[in-house]
């Protein structure tokens, strides 16, 4: 058997004496001996055939055959069969992350496909090819919007996803950009305000006026604007987990940015372009190029050094799979489901707190009962019956998966 070593220990030797040090060990001096692990608690080396076995058992104890009302930010969508077989294809599933202008036309054309998709559903001019998630996307139009109007004061209304905030929170921390909530902020030096429609809670809410030079940003459901109007704004962001992503645990998600033509520049991210060649044939190259890995350095519009370009792909396979008509058809069903559903409840008595929603709404169970004990009871019927908001108010939504039946079964019990 050959062992291949990259360095040899008289590489390392020369190395160390090249830069002033007699062992590796002292490239680690700065950290304090209190900081480091000197060694990791861990268990005997298995042979392949028992790790199998192991980690095999260890998946059985998920359950993951649940009737699922759950929402607050990831929902379980209808995703087509030929979405997986064709996004598994070796063209397209990689380890590699295709940041450098010599990629492939073909995962070119496809970041251009994600864009322009994304600009048609928000009614904006300019989008980039994805990033992270929906909270990195909402905190990195922040960013932009304070290097457009060099501010650094932003407002963020109620009712955002709280696990947003918290991101947006972090960035704008370490941005020295000052944060103000709540329902409205007549502050006229603000760089921007940010308003979540549908916001957290399900709520249709209109957008903030403006009161003076700042940009608004809408953070939205990109699944609801196959039915609704686009909120008027300057920047549009959010996630695209219910286009063709499956929950996975938690991810990975995708977020996207979207803006005016004005604003483009200042987009974080990838940007692919649609040009011709010599040949006078369609040609995709990356444009607008300002990251980090492209020398800007401190220049640059954000540290983001990669983005979600399979999750992308998926996004354009499934929309590319239902069409137009079937993507509304898709997220109307889902409409359809959840005012079902919440009817049913207030049929039974419960309280529906939302006056205007799409597929997620929040209802208050009845006097003597506690929203934890009843989801709990719920799940042990087998249905997650959504997210306790406190002990009196649960968030609940419905898809175009939850047909009657699931349904009546909720309402049944």
């Given amino acids: 058997m050959y062992n291949f070593e990259a360095l040899s220990d008289k590489d390392r030797t020369q190395m160390c004496e090249d830069i002033g040090i007699k062992t590796p060990d002292e490239l680690f001096d700065v950290i304090p001996s209190r900081a480091r692990l000197n060694k990791l608690d861990l268990p005997e080396a298995l042979s392949e055939l028992e790790a199998q076995k192991k980690l095999k058992k260890a998946a059985q104890k998920n359950k993951t055959d649940y009737i699922c009302f759950l929402g607050a930010g990831a929902?379980?969508?209808?995703?087509?069969?030929?979405?997986?077989d064709t996004?598994?294809?070796?063209?397209?599933?990689?380890?590699y992350t295709p940041y450098q202008p010599e990629i492939s036309q073909g995962s070119l054309q496809i970041m251009y496909e994600f864009q322009t998709i994304i600009c048609s559903l928000c009614a904006q001019d300019a989008a980039n090819a994805s990033v992270y998630d929906g909270a990195s996307a909402a905190a990195?139009?922040?960013?932009?919007?304070?290097?457009?109007?060099r501010k650094n004061k932003a407002f963020v209304k109620e009712g955002i996803n709280p696990n947003y905030l918290?991101?947006?929170k972090t960035y704008l921390f370490a941005a020295d950009i000052e944060l103000v909530t709540g329902q409205?902020?007549?502050?006229?030096?603000?760089?921007?305000?940010?308003?979540?429609?549908?916001?957290?809670?399900?709520e249709i809410v209109d957008i903030p006026e403006k009161n003076a030079d700042e940009l608004i940003i809408a953070c939205t459901d990109i699944s609801s604007l196959s039915l609704l109007e686009p909120?008027?704004?300057?920047?549009?962001?959010?996630?695209?987990?219910t286009l063709g992503l499956s929950l996975n645990f938690g991810g990975p998600y995708g977020g996207f940015i979207a803006c005016k033509d004005a604003y483009k520049r200042q987009l974080p991210g990838r940007i692919a372009g649609k040009t011709v060649d010599r040949e006078g044939k369609d040609a995709y190259v990356l444009t607008l190029q300002a990251r980090e890995q492209h020398i800007r350095r401190e220049k640059a519009t954000s540290n983001i050094c990669s983005n979600q370009a399979h999750c992308a792909l998926c996004a354009v396979l499934y929309l590319s799979l239902l069409g137009e008509k079937g993507f509304r058809e898709v997220n109307y069903l889902a409409y359809k489901n959840a005012h079902l559903l919440a009817q049913g409840l207030k049929d039974k008595g419960y309280k529906i707190l939302n006056n205007n929603f799409f597929s997620e709404f929040v209802y208050?169970?009845?006097?003597?009962?506690?929203?934890?004990?009843?989801l709990e009871n719920l799940k042990e019927k087998g249905i997650l019956g959504g997210v306790a908001l406190d002990d009196k108010r649960i968030l609940t939504t419905a898809t175009e998966l939850?047909?009657?039946d699931e349904i009546n079964l909720y309402l049944s019990l």
Avoid: W
């Fill in 140 to 149: 990195e139009a922040i960013l932009m919007a304070c290097r457009i109007k």
């Fill in 364 to 374: 208050e169970v009845k006097d003597g009962q506690n929203a934890r004990t009843h």
């Fill in 166 to 168: 918290e991101v947006i």
């Fill in 87 to 95: 996004a598994s294809r070796y063209e397209f599933l990689s380890a």
């Fill in 402 to 404: 939850n047909d009657t």
């Fill in 184 to 202: 409205d902020c007549k502050d006229t030096d603000l760089a921007c305000k940010l308003c979540q429609t549908p916001d957290y809670t399900g």
């Fill in 231 to 241: 909120p008027k704004s300057d920047i549009t962001v959010g996630d695209f987990q």
């Fill in 75 to 84: 929902y379980k969508k209808f995703i087509p069969a030929a979405l997986f």
